[in-house]
């Protein structure tokens, strides 16, 4: 079905903006197919728990660079009663005065079951889509980013850092594949010193660009962030690793040559463990306070997190003129009624498009938002219109 809704609020004129203006799901979790035309900057997806929210907001944050919101494995992105393995998310997006059609999905016809990815119905990169689309989210999961894993934190730098640089994604993919090389000859005590002198090689420039591209975001973000914005808390984040630590005292050539000279080091006394990018922590304190983020309230940890974000989506909206979508799954959870208010106008005023979930409409009293109610009879989502308006 197709779900039209009025549009209750229109974006300022001085500010650029992105936004689907339509959005079809086949064979994706528990939808089957559905049809949305987007006819708003805030979209309210409001239905029970396990209706499907997080699903289409997960549908969304497929369309660009990574493995989406929940990082799911493939086989588990197919409609469960389809009996296939294909699945499919397409939108039509406005930006500025353009209108872009992006897909994502694996083909009914596919002989691998890959994802692809498709603008303008032509077969394109994740990189390519991410010079023209990004998306940013934040998800239940995601309130104990200050305290989960060091990987879970440089995961959502990297996420950061892709939206400006969509090479980046290109740059960590190699590192990563170049260390279980390196890794895996190790362990099966393979390879001559030529060979490890090469990968070693090739593992430090990544190692240095893929760290430098992360600090650079970190120190344009600290300036974004640090001073708090909206009613938001400022933040200062900071990255602790062996080559960050180089990278601060002397030029990118030497901390290669260094890293080239610690990996042989290591390699030659038995020892497989690199410095490097995928040993890195991404720190966060409150710059008022001084109190390290992994310290913080559950809420004081929720409003960091949400100040990182709008952060993120400002220097987007003022550096690239497309601030990114915004998907914000179960967002006021933990948020007070003052913050709730805040968030909602700060949205938009950074522009864009913003698509929100919850179970109570009461809890989004005060926002603007085109609202589509979302329920399943158990194996199905199904869309509505929402009675009313928020």
Request: aromatic share 6%.
């Amino acid at each position: 079905m197709t779900v039209l809704t009025q549009q209750h609020h229109q974006p300022r004129a001085d500010m650029a903006e992105t936004r689907l203006t339509s959005l079809s799901v086949t064979g994706f979790r528990n939808y089957a197919s559905c049809q949305l035309d987007i006819a708003a900057s805030n979209v309210l997806l409001l239905g029970p728990n396990g209706a499907g929210k997080t699903n289409l907001l997960e549908a969304i944050s497929m369309l660009a660079p990574g493995r989406g919101l929940r990082r799911a494995r493939g086989e588990h992105l197919p409609y469960a009663a389809g009996g296939t393995r294909s699945w499919a998310v397409a939108s039509c997006i406005s930006i500025a005065d353009e209108t872009y059609r992006i897909g994502t999905g694996v083909p009914a016809d596919s002989d691998t079951g890959q994802r692809i990815m498709r603008r303008d119905e032509e077969t394109v990169s994740q990189s390519d889509i991410g010079r023209l689309f990004s998306a940013s989210w934040i998800t239940p999961s995601m309130d104990g980013i200050f305290t989960d894993s060091p990987g879970t934190r440089r995961r959502f730098l990297d996420r950061q850092v892709i939206a400006f640089d969509a090479a980046h994604i290109g740059r960590t993919n190699r590192y990563e594949k170049m260390l279980r090389e390196r890794n895996a000859l190790l362990a099966e005590r393979r390879g001559d010193a030529a060979w490890f002198t090469a990968i070693e090689a090739s593992l430090a420039a990544a190692a240095v660009a893929v760290t430098a591209a992360r600090q650079s975001l970190i120190t344009d973000l600290n300036a974004e962030a640090g001073a708090g914005w909206h009613g938001f808390p400022g933040v200062r984040l900071t990255l602790e690793g062996e080559v960050e630590g180089w990278l601060d005292t002397m030029s990118a050539l030497d901390a290669e040559d260094r890293f080239i000279a610690v990996a042989a080091a290591r390699r030659q006394a038995g020892d497989m463990t690199l410095p490097g990018p995928h040993a890195s922590d991404l720190t966060a304190v409150h710059t008022t306070t001084g109190t390290p983020a992994h310290l913080a309230s559950t809420g004081q940890q929720k409003a960091l997190l949400i100040g990182v974000i709008l952060a993120h989506a400002r220097m987007q909206a003022r550096r690239l003129c497309r601030p990114p979508v915004l998907l914000l799954d179960d967002v006021v959870a933990h948020l007070d009624t003052d913050r709730r208010t805040a968030l909602f106008e700060a949205v938009t005023i950074v522009g864009g498009q913003s698509w929100f979930s919850g179970t109570d409409r009461e809890d989004f009293a005060g926002l603007s938002a085109q609202t589509i109610s979302v329920s399943t009879d158990g194996t199905t989502a199904r869309l509505l219109p929402a009675e009313g308006r928020t």
